[in-house]
């Protein structure tokens, strides 16, 4: 059975930083796309970067230069590096797999993925 957990949210203040590990087990990391997603309360569910199975990254443009995607592949883990943190950046980000590709453009979009982890919220005050 895949599973996915999330670690490394919390609080910050504008400005800072966080890094996101989402620990993998139960099938094969290295043949998968992952992506990290995020949620704001009252909002849907938004694509925020993902990484494919040839180790190719696409990002939202609401995170570009600031958000880095990246895997351990030896440690099953995906990360999320944010910097430059802003107020519009709090949400719960959860983690995703798909055995599946499928383009860029794709991999930034919740029908994509098969596995969800249970979330961590970043929360960043002004």
């Known amino acids: 059975q895949v599973q996915l957990a999330e670690s490394g949210g919390g609080s910050v203040q504008a400005g800072g930083s966080l890094r996101l590990p989402c620990v993998a087990s139960?099938?094969?990391?290295?043949?998968?796309?992952m992506g990290w997603f995020r949620q704001a309360q009252g909002k849907e569910r938004e694509g925020v970067a993902s990484i494919d199975s040839d180790g190719s990254t696409s990002y939202a443009d609401s995170v570009k230069g600031r958000f880095t995607i990246s895997q351990d592949t030896a440690k099953n883990t995906l990360y999320l590096q944010m910097n430059n943190l802003k107020p519009e950046d709090t949400a719960i980000y959860y983690c995703?797999?798909?055995?599946?590709?499928?383009?860029?453009?794709?991999?930034?979009?919740?029908?994509?993925?098969?596995?969800w982890g249970q979330g961590t919220q970043v929360t960043v005050s002004s």
């Open positions: 995703a797999a798909t055995p599946r590709t499928g383009g860029q453009w794709w991999l930034l979009k919740v029908p994509a993925y098969s596995y």
């Open positions: 139960g099938y094969a990391y290295s043949h998968n796309c």
